[in-house]
């Protein structure tokens, strides 16, 4: 059974920073791509960012320079650095992977950035 879990959300000032992590379990980790979206209220979930399974990442514009994904295949985990957050950047943010012709979604984590 694929599972996602994903922390590291919470409340933080513009200009701030988070890492969340998300840990997989069910799948065999290396093999895959694994995705960061986010979902912010009245909006559609959206592509944050990808890493493959060599390392090759993509970046939605709006982050580009200031998150940064990374996985470490050892301890099935992928991370997502957030420097310099604004508060646009708030929403709920889940990690997916595609497994077997489908996309499985963890439940997500909040992130808030207010003053």
């Known amino acids: 059974q694929v599972r996602l879990v994903e922390s590291g959300g919470g409340f933080v000032q513009p200009g701030g920073s988070l890492r969340l992590s998300c840990v997989a379990a069910?799948?065999?980790?290396?093999?895959?791509?694994l995705n960061w979206y986010r979902q912010s209220p009245g909006k559609q979930r959206e592509l944050v960012a990808d890493?493959?399974?060599?390392?090759?990442?993509v970046y939605a514009e709006s982050v580009k320079d200031r998150f940064t994904i990374s996985r470490d295949n050892g301890k099935a985990t992928v991370y997502l650095q957030m420097n310099s957050l604004r508060p646009e950047d708030t929403a709920v943010y889940y990690c997916?992977?595609?497994?077997?012709?489908?996309?499985?979604w963890g439940r997500g984590t909040r992130v808030t950035v207010s003053p």
């Open positions: 997916s992977v595609h497994y077997k012709g489908n996309e499985f």
């Open positions: 069910g799948i065999n980790f290396r093999l895959h791509a």
């Open positions: 890493i493959t399974s060599a390392g090759d990442t």
